[in-house]
């Protein structure tokens, strides 16, 4: 009868323990996908402001060979991701978008190209904001003062790139407060249930004199451990998601750098550890107080 009970007790421990681990897993999951999307975000943005182009015109007197020069100089400045030598030839075929309109272009003007060489940069995502590329295009005109003739970028993409990225964030951040919030409260109503069970062992305890820091440190190093484990959990989930969406949608794909990736495990597994061990000190607290009478 006894080794009974005992088994049963046993049994109610360990489905506690997986129920609470399980619970647990399944809110940093939710969380590691708002975190997953905002760091995705946070890349494609980085894209985003890289893609955007100036466009460096030069006074007549300028030849080609003067021209790649300064396109050299320029490949040392850290302001920029990229910077590329235009030549007549692919700046009409840029301008009209294919071979045959750059032709009939070419036979209007009776073979001569009407659009000088250029060279053109896209920006470092730091400097890919209106205040940086107004700096950038300054500095060009007193540097190459006798060179350039002018420096043109489209000021209201910019202000779009930068703008409608702002708005996302925003969002993503209140979802993610939102949803931090919610798993505080759902992970500290999973622990409270887990202690309730062992609210009698923990008030023995108490009565044959054990201290509360005694009586505290088994229950957070479980704590620990558990919130540890729950966060490996939500990252293999996660992991599981993101490679499942990239073989199964073809036009979708989830690309985070190896930074990102790093972000994300630790993110995880450290909300995940301070959720449980903050809710066992207060739950344990909670019980550690109460009156024998009480706790029935």
């Known amino acids: ?11 109610g421990v360990k489905s506690s323990y997986i129920s609470t681990i399980i619970g647990i897993s399944l809110v940093l999951f939710m969380i590691g996908i708002v975190l997953g999307g905002f760091l995705g975000l946070d890349n494609i943005q980085k ?17 080609p060979s003067d021209i790649k020069q300064v396109e050299q100089e320029l490949k040392t400045w850290p302001h920029f991701k990229e910077v590329f030598y235009v030549s007549p030839e692919r700046a009409i075929e840029e301008f009209t978008g294919d071979d045959q309109n750059a032709d009939n272009i070419l036979e209007i003007f009776e073979g001569e190209n009407p659009l000088p060489p250029t060279v053109g940069f896209k920006p470092n995502s730091k400097y ?9 295009k300054d500095s060009l005109m007193v540097v190459y003062s006798e060179e350039l003739e002018s420096v043109s970028f489209d000021e209201s993409q910019v202000k779009r790139v930068n703008l409608g990225f702002k708005q996302f964030v925003f969002l993503f951040m209140s979802v993610a407060l939102l949803l931090i919030l919610v798993a505080f409260a759902l992970i500290n109503n999973t622990i409270r249930l887990a202690l309730y069970s062992k609210r009698f062992s923990i008030k023995t305890m108490q009565l044959v004199g054990a201290t509360s820091s005694y009586i505290r440190k088994p229950f957070l190093w479980q704590s620990i451990g558990i919130g540890a484990v729950s966060g490996v959990i939500a990252i293999s989930l996660l992991f599981g998601l993101m490679f499942s969406l990239n073989n199964m949608v073809s036009v979708f794909e989830i690309n985070l750098d190896f930074k ?29 107080r109460m009156k024998l009478d009480d706790l029935y």
Do not use: H
């Not at 903050?278 to 607290?285: E, G, P, R, Y």
């Open 260 to 288: 990102y990736f790093l972000i994300l495990i630790g993110t995880l597994i450290f909300f995940g550890v301070c959720i449980t061990f903050i809710s066992t000190w207060f739950a344990l607290n909670k019980f550690l």
């Open 128 to 136: 890919a904001n209106l205040e940086s590329m107004v700096a950038i």
């Open 1 to 11: 009868m006894v080794n009974s009970l005992e088994k049963q007790n046993k049994r």
């Open 47 to 63: 894209q985003a402001k890289e893609s955007l182009q100036a466009d460096l015109f030069f006074t007549p007197t300028m030849n």
